[in-house]
């Protein structure tokens, strides 16, 4: 119950700010993780598809973006997200391979290829 009102206060604090500072990163990138920590996929995906924009250059966002995108069953764009991750240098492959929000892409022969190296 006590994580419960937490991840709720969380999410109304970085809500609030978001409201009044649309593109202000260091409040969307806990919002986009609390809202995925709360199963609430799509709103976690407009939000990282907000971060995107704003981080073109930034492999961490674009490996959020992948896994939201694999969390709201999008294979295509989740695989395009990750493979940018990637290419902008994020090398974690281990981390990639046994991250459960990539599950679904798991069996992917584009995913495996990725993760090769």
Not at 44 to 50: A, P
Not at 89 to 117: C, Q
Request: proline share 3%.
């Amino acid at each position: 119950m006590i994580f419960k009102k937490n991840i709720e206060f969380e999410t109304a604090f970085f809500e609030a700010i978001v409201k009044d500072r649309p593109q202000y990163v260091d409040a969307l990138i806990p919002l986009a993780e609390a809202y995925t920590r709360q199963g609430l996929h799509d709103k976690g995906l407009t939000i990282d598809k907000r971060l995107a924009k704003l981080r073109k250059e930034d492999p961490i966002v674009h490996y959020n973006l992948a896994c939201s995108y694999a969390l709201t069953g999008r294979k295509k764009e989740a695989l395009s997200a990750l493979s940018r991750s990637i290419r902008l240098g994020y090398r974690d492959f281990n981390h990639i391979r046994s991250d459960k929000d990539l599950k679904i892409l798991h069996n992917e022969p584009r995913f495996k290829k990725l993760v090769s190296n």
